[in-house]
């Protein structure tokens, strides 16, 4: 069978999607990174592998933050940014979507379509309030398995006001919550609400919403937050069954596209699972700009340098 890898490495999961020649997701995996986005991407790649023995790879899309470094692991045909891999994923799930909230591990967006084009995008990377990181260490910190950290939000009857604007006045407000006598469970359900209005002030503020929405990323998955998001909005949020591996959908389908007849795909085959892969960085001390430049070793061989400004290092590599 003839399918396309998408692969979306960031800082907390990494996801892979197998997308058929029509692009139907046959597969998909959610795994964590755990810090060690190389093992993680093997990992992924040999669990795939072993629940897919028939599968012949036709193109390979990276995404992510890690998307560069995984374009080098694993021969990558396309490398693309977050916002248009989650854009033509969103696209392929829903046709007609004009609005598309995204909350991953670390960061959160927003997309603006219209008619099949991305007219704006926003992206938050500074603060963690209501990203995924933040609420698992929330249902560590209650004692909470986070898969029923949204369950328990929808068993609220009054919920309380939390400041969301911030990971650290949201937990030491919840904190104070809690020393009064609040309930748990509206607590919770006060956070979902304030994280929600955190991200619509920030990165939602200026921005068109319109119907139909999308909520995807792995916070999709908490039914208090697409609840929430509803109710401040007055309109349904649809959750896409594949919502925590759109990114790795959008960047097969990506792949998709770039690999033609005459262009066939730089994949290296699964092989890679067994590769040895060592990086490192350093700091080039040939100009003032004093760039820090990553390089990656493959089997003992360097593989590829990125980071410098001039080109000195990224250029002098040949392609292994």
Same mark, same amino acid.
């Given at each position: 069978?003839?399918?396309?890898?998408?692969?979306?490495?960031?800082?907390?999961?990494?996801?892979?999607?197998?997308?058929?020649?029509?692009?139907?997701?046959?597969?998909?995996?959610?795994?964590?990174?755990?810090?060690?986005?190389?093992?993680?991407?093997?990992?992924?790649?040999?669990?795939?592998?072993?629940?897919?023995?028939?599968?012949?790879?036709?193109?390979?899309?990276?995404?992510?933050?890690?998307?560069?470094?995984?374009?080098?692991?694993?021969?990558?045909?396309?490398?693309?940014?977050?916002?248009?891999?989650?854009?033509?994923?969103?696209?392929?799930?829903?046709?007609?979507?004009?609005?598309?909230?995204?909350?991953?591990?670390?960061?959160?967006?927003?997309?603006?379509?219209?008619? #099949?084009? $991305? %007219?704006?995008?926003?992206? &938050?990377?500074? !603060?963690? +309030?209501?990203?995924?990181?933040? /609420?698992?260490?929330?249902?560590?910190?209650?004692?909470?398995?986070?898969?029923?950290?949204?369950?328990?939000?929808?068993?609220?009857?009054?919920?309380?006001?939390?400041?969301?604007?911030?990971?650290?006045?949201?937990?030491?407000?919840?904190?104070?919550?809690?020393?009064? #006598?609040? $309930? %748990?469970?509206?607590?919770? &359900?006060?956070? !979902?609400? +304030?994280?929600?209005?955190?991200? /619509?002030?920030?990165?939602?503020?200026?921005?068109?919403?319109?119907?139909?929405?999308?909520?995807?990323?792995?916070?999709?998955?908490?039914?208090?937050?697409?609840?929430?998001?509803?109710?401040?909005?007055?309109?349904?949020?649809?959750?896409?069954?594949?919502?925590?591996?759109?990114?790795?959908?959008?960047?097969?389908?990506?792949?998709?596209?770039?690999?033609?007849?005459?262009?066939?795909?730089?994949?290296?085959?699964?092989?890679?699972?067994?590769?040895?892969?060592?990086?490192?960085?350093?700091?080039?001390?040939?100009?003032?700009?004093?760039?820090?430049?990553?390089?990656?070793?493959?089997?003992?061989?360097?593989?590829?340098?990125?980071?410098?400004?001039?080109?000195?290092?990224?250029?002098?590599?040949?392609?292994?």
């Amino acid at each position: 069978m003839h399918v396309y890898l998408g692969i979306d490495v960031g800082s907390v999961s990494t996801n892979i999607a197998v997308l058929d020649e029509f692009g139907k997701v046959i597969d998909s995996l959610y795994i964590r990174t755990q810090g060690r986005p190389i093992e993680a991407v093997q990992n992924g790649l040999r669990q795939i592998k072993e629940r897919n023995p028939e599968i012949k790879v036709q193109g390979v899309g990276t995404t992510g933050s890690g998307r560069h470094l995984t374009g080098v692991i694993v021969g990558a045909d396309s490398i693309k940014n977050e916002i248009t891999a989650h854009a033509v994923a969103a696209m392929h799930i829903m046709p007609d979507v004009k609005t598309v909230l995204e909350i991953g591990g670390q960061d959160s967006k927003m997309i603006i379509i219209r008619n #099949g084009v $991305v %007219t704006d995008f926003a992206m &938050n990377t500074v !603060c963690a +309030a209501g990203t995924g990181s933040f /609420l698992d260490q929330q249902a560590a910190r209650l004692n909470i398995g986070i898969e029923d950290f949204g369950d328990k939000a929808l068993e609220s009857t009054t919920p309380v006001r939390i400041a969301g604007r911030c990971a650290v006045f949201a937990e030491s407000d919840m904190i104070h919550k809690q020393q009064t #006598g609040h $309930v %748990t469970s509206d607590i919770i &359900n006060g956070l !979902c609400q +304030a994280l929600v209005r955190n991200y /619509l002030n920030n990165i939602g503020k200026g921005k068109q919403i319109q119907s139909p929405i999308l909520f995807q990323g792995g916070v999709a998955a908490n039914k208090g937050i697409k609840r929430a998001f509803e109710e401040a909005l007055g309109c349904p949020v649809v959750v896409s069954p594949y919502h925590n591996v759109m990114g790795a959908i959008g960047s097969a389908l990506l792949a998709k596209e770039e690999v033609t007849q005459t262009k066939p795909t730089v994949f290296r085959g699964f092989d890679v699972i067994d590769f040895v892969y060592t990086p490192r960085s350093f700091e080039c001390s040939g100009c003032a700009n004093m760039c820090e430049v990553v390089e990656i070793k493959m089997n003992g061989n360097v593989a590829a340098r990125w980071g410098d400004q001039c080109g000195k290092w990224s250029n002098s590599v040949t392609v292994a």
